[in-house]
């Protein structure tokens, strides 16, 4: 069993629609990540989260520690928002950073 | 300029060949990190390096060996290259003080024949 999961593995969307993709880990965190993967491979942050919500732009991502329970949104979806969106979680040992936990990652379409 | 950098970005070789893949960064983190991404995997962790006398193995180390030549380099070699470490591998750093955020190469796609 995959300690992060994610949902949906694909996402089509039109252009101009809310979009949500979710993460659920199993491990104790010390914070969360979401990363996009361009189409042509390179891979870039997004957020770091440990409580609450952030928002970068059209991005907004939330997270539930009590429920180990991650959201991104995307509002007012557009064609370049096209990508891979994995999370990834950053396990919690004591005094010191643990590994870090990857989803298999979200393939978002968005259509004209 | 790219922070990190990869190279090479594609590379075909054959079974049995050794292989070294580079990575340089320009961020002056400590930490660094191989990993390598197959179709439908999540990215998995091959070997990650504290500083530069400290390198440990990721869970997916065997076939692999590494070197931290300096606090900017870190190299990844395949000893004798098999089909199934065809993969896309990326190389990242991190800041340990702050938000650990990882930064990610371009990727090099390696095909072993």
């Known amino acids: 069993k995959n300690e992060v999961e994610q949902s949906p593995q694909n996402l089509t969307a039109q252009e101009g629609e809310f979009i949500t993709i979710n993460c659920s880990y199993s491990?104790?965190?010390?914070?969360l990540h979401w990363l996009q993967q361009h189409p042509g491979g390179g891979i870039v942050s997004l957020f770091m989260?440990?409580?609450g919500k952030k928002k970068h732009g059209r991005l907004i991502a939330t997270i539930n520690i009590q429920e180990k329970h991650s959201s991104l949104h995307i509002t007012a979806s557009h064609p370049r928002d096209s990508a891979v969106y994995i999370c990834?979680?950053?396990?919690?040992?004591?005094?010191?950073?643990?590994?870090?936990?990857f989803g298999r990652g979200t393939q978002l379409t968005v259509w004209p | 300029d790219a922070d990190v950098t990869q190279t090479p970005r594609n590379r075909i070789t054959k079974t049995g060949k050794r292989i070294m893949l580079e990575c340089s960064q320009t961020?002056?983190?400590?930490?660094m990190y191989w990993y390598r991404q197959d179709p439908g995997l999540g990215l998995r962790l091959i070997y990650y390096?504290?500083?530069?006398?400290?390198?440990n193995k990721g869970e997916i180390s065997d076939g692999y060996s590494v070197s931290r030549q300096a606090q900017a380099k870190f190299s990844l070699s395949l000893e004798s290259a098999i089909p199934n470490q065809t993969a896309l591998y990326f190389c990242?750093?991190?800041?340990?003080?702050?938000?650990?955020?990882?930064?990610f190469g371009p990727g090099t796609r390696l095909t072993v024949l």
């Open positions: 990242a750093t991190s800041d340990y003080w702050g938000t650990d955020t990882q930064y």
């Open positions: 491990v104790g965190i010390s914070a």
């Open positions: 989260l440990s409580s």
């Open positions: 990834a979680v950053r396990s919690y040992r004591g005094s010191t950073l643990g590994r870090l936990y």
């Open positions: 961020k002056g983190h400590d930490r």
């Open positions: 390096s504290f500083d530069v006398k400290d390198i």
